[in-house]
C-alpha cells in the first residue's frame, strides 16, 4: 500500500533541511504562503486583490489550524477541478522532481536573509499603479502595455506600445514602439496614466486621484516589460 503524500514528503523534508528547519513553523508558514502566492498568480491574481484579501483575512478572529488546513484543502481541490488539474498527480510530479534538487535547495537555504520571511534578496519592488488592464491584471511600474492606435494611424498602424515610468507628478505612459515600428525619443509621447485613458474608459480625473480600489482599463493590456524598470530602455541596454 502506497503511503500517504504527507508522509512521502518527511524523507524530503529531513534531506533537504534536518529536523530543526523541517519543524521550524515559521519558515513552514513562509514557505506555504510562498507556493499559495505563486499558484493564484499562475491562475490570473492580481497583486491587488492579494493585497486586499492579505488586509481582509488579518482583520478577522484567529482561526483553528487543523479546520484551516481543512478549508485550504477543500479550496485547492475545488481550484484544481476549476483549472483541470489533477491535484494528486501534480502533487507526486513535484515531489519527484524535487528530489533531484536537495543539493541546490540546501544552498538556497543556507543562502537565505536572515531573520526575514523572503527565500532570497528581494528585487527591488515595483510599485502599482491601480489600473488593471483588460486581463485583469494590475499594471506596475516597468511594464509595457499596448493600446490601439485612434490618432495617426498612417504612422503608427492600429496599436502602439508605452512604457509605465514614474515621475514627480504619478505615473506616466512612455511611448516605446508601434505596429509600424515608427521610432521616437524616449519620453516624446509621455503621459500622466490617469490623463491618457482610452475613450471608453474614461473617468473623472477627481475620482481616480481619490480611488480606493483598483480601476479597470477595457483598453490597456500588458504585453511584457521590466517591472525592475525605473529607466528609460536605451539605459537599459536595449
Given at each position: 500500500?502506497?503511503e500517504?503524500?504527507?508522509a512521502?514528503?518527511?524523507?524530503?523534508?529531513?534531506?533537504?533541511?534536518?529536523e530543526?528547519?523541517?519543524?521550524?513553523?515559521?519558515?513552514?508558514?513562509?514557505?506555504f504562503l510562498?507556493?499559495?502566492?505563486?499558484?493564484?498568480?499562475?491562475r490570473?491574481?492580481?497583486?491587488?486583490?492579494?493585497?486586499?484579501?492579505?488586509?481582509?483575512?488579518f482583520?478577522?478572529?484567529?482561526?483553528?489550524?487543523?479546520?484551516?488546513?481543512?478549508?485550504?484543502?477543500?479550496?485547492?481541490?475545488?481550484?484544481?477541478?476549476?483549472?483541470?488539474?489533477?491535484?494528486?498527480?501534480?502533487?507526486?510530479?513535484?515531489?519527484?522532481?524535487?528530489?533531484?534538487?536537495?543539493?541546490?535547495?540546501?544552498a538556497?537555504?543556507?543562502?537565505?536573509?536572515?531573520?526575514?520571511?523572503?527565500?532570497?534578496e528581494?528585487?527591488?519592488?515595483?510599485?502599482?499603479?491601480?489600473?488593471?488592464?483588460?486581463?485583469?491584471?494590475?499594471?506596475?511600474?516597468?511594464?509595457?502595455?499596448?493600446?490601439a492606435?485612434?490618432?495617426?494611424?498612417?504612422?503608427?498602424?492600429?496599436?502602439?506600445?508605452?512604457?509605465?515610468?514614474?515621475?514627480?507628478g504619478?505615473?506616466?505612459?512612455?511611448?516605446?514602439?508601434?505596429?509600424?515600428g515608427?521610432?521616437?525619443?524616449?519620453?516624446?509621447?509621455?503621459?500622466?496614466?490617469?490623463?491618457?485613458?482610452?475613450?471608453?474608459?474614461?473617468?473623472?480625473?477627481?475620482?481616480?486621484?481619490?480611488?480606493?480600489?483598483?480601476v479597470?482599463?477595457?483598453?490597456?493590456?500588458?504585453?511584457?516589460?521590466?517591472?525592475?524598470?525605473?529607466?528609460?530602455?536605451?539605459?537599459?541596454?536595449?
Amino acid at each position: 500500500m502506497t503511503e500517504p503524500f504527507q508522509a512521502r514528503v518527511r524523507p524530503w523534508l529531513m534531506a533537504c533541511f534536518g529536523e530543526e528547519i523541517s519543524a521550524d513553523h515559521i519558515e513552514r508558514n513562509h514557505r506555504f504562503l510562498e507556493e499559495a502566492l505563486e499558484l493564484v498568480q499562475s491562475r490570473q491574481c492580481s497583486r491587488s486583490e492579494a493585497h486586499q484579501l492579505v488586509d481582509y483575512v488579518f482583520d478577522r478572529p484567529i482561526g483553528e489550524p487543523k479546520q484551516e488546513v481543512g478549508g485550504t484543502m477543500v479550496t485547492l481541490a475545488a481550484l484544481c477541478l476549476a483549472a483541470g488539474i489533477d491535484m494528486h498527480e501534480a502533487g507526486d510530479v513535484e515531489l519527484e522532481r524535487i528530489w533531484g534538487k536537495v543539493e541546490a535547495i540546501r544552498a538556497k537555504q543556507a543562502a537565505k536573509p536572515r531573520h526575514s520571511p523572503l527565500p532570497q534578496e528581494a528585487a527591488p519592488i515595483s510599485a502599482g499603479t491601480m489600473f488593471l488592464d483588460r486581463t485583469g491584471r494590475e499594471i506596475c511600474m516597468g511594464d509595457t502595455i499596448e493600446v490601439a492606435s485612434t490618432i495617426n494611424q498612417h504612422t503608427h498602424g492600429d496599436w502602439v506600445q508605452y512604457d509605465i515610468r514614474k515621475g514627480p507628478g504619478g505615473f506616466l505612459l512612455s511611448y516605446r514602439c508601434s505596429q509600424t515600428g515608427a521610432v521616437l525619443p524616449p519620453g516624446y509621447t509621455a503621459g500622466f496614466m490617469a490623463e491618457s485613458l482610452p475613450e471608453d474608459d474614461r473617468r473623472d480625473l477627481k475620482a481616480l486621484v481619490f480611488a480606493t480600489v483598483p480601476v479597470p482599463v477595457s483598453g490597456w493590456e500588458i504585453v511584457g516589460g521590466d517591472r525592475r524598470g525605473t529607466t528609460w530602455p536605451e539605459e537599459r541596454g536595449e
